[in-house]
């Protein structure tokens, strides 16, 4: 399912905002990386049942406990499969601009780097302090360069095993050949979890936001 989504109306300052304790991220969770391949990643069709259940667990929390959800939209170059204003650029996930149960709107934030707090207004919106699950596209790029951005402001980061992927690498030395997607994603977490991010399974997302 997908929707031409625009941007919420301009951010209020953070003063203004609501000071959350955890945060859901969706990186690049647009047509293009979960389209089914070759244009999205190998693991596409996983990935958009695993983070769908991921939002609405985080969704279906009650308020106390639910997290400030924002999804990071990446503007990719002419004729890229996330070049702005096409559908692949779009996203999977229809952000609830108006939440039906009078909640905090769901926020969209786009960005030109893979690290989602550089050039945007990601870091009013995410707490020093704030826990964040992340979840999305690409494991090797903008997963890992946010992720290791959030550990340096001094967040407690969450990685979904399951819920973030990349594409197949063609490898340029040492006789070329291609690298798997899933090994390339193994690696991510491998190096992530030693530099302190937190590494979970979709068995861990009934009451990711609610038992802890």
């Not at 049942?49 to 667990?57: K, S």
């Not at 951005?149 to 001094?154: D, E, F, K």
């Not at 973030?164 to 992530?192: F, P, Q």
């Amino acid at each position: 399912m997908s929707s031409p989504c625009s941007t919420p109306s301009p951010l209020s300052s953070p003063s203004e905002l609501l000071h959350p304790t955890r945060v859901l991220l969706l990186l690049s969770p647009q047509n293009g990386p979960l389209s089914l391949p070759p244009t999205g990643v190998p693991a596409a069709p996983a990935l958009r049942e695993n983070i769908a259940r991921i939002l609405a667990e985080a969704r279906a929390a009650p308020p106390p406990h639910r997290p400030r959800i924002i999804h990071v939209r990446n503007n990719g170059d002419v004729g890229e499969h996330d070049e702005p204003q096409t559908r692949g650029w779009q996203l999977h996930f229809p952000p609830r601009l108006l939440p039906p149960d009078g909640g905090e709107q769901e926020y969209v934030i786009d960005k030109a780097k893979n690290n989602a707090f550089a050039g945007t207004q990601l870091g009013s919106l995410v707490p020093k302090d704030a826990e964040i699950v992340v979840v999305g596209t690409q494991s090797d790029f903008c997963v890992r360069a946010t992720c290791s951005a959030a550990l340096g402001r001094g967040n407690e980061v969450l990685l979904v095993k399951g819920a973030h992927g990349t594409y197949d690498r063609m490898e340029v030395w040492n006789g070329g050949g291609i690298t798997e997607a899933a090994k390339i994603e193994s690696e991510i977490e491998a190096e992530l979890e030693e530099a302190g991010v937190v590494v979970l399974s979709m068995e861990d997302v009934p009451g990711l936001f609610t038992d802890r």
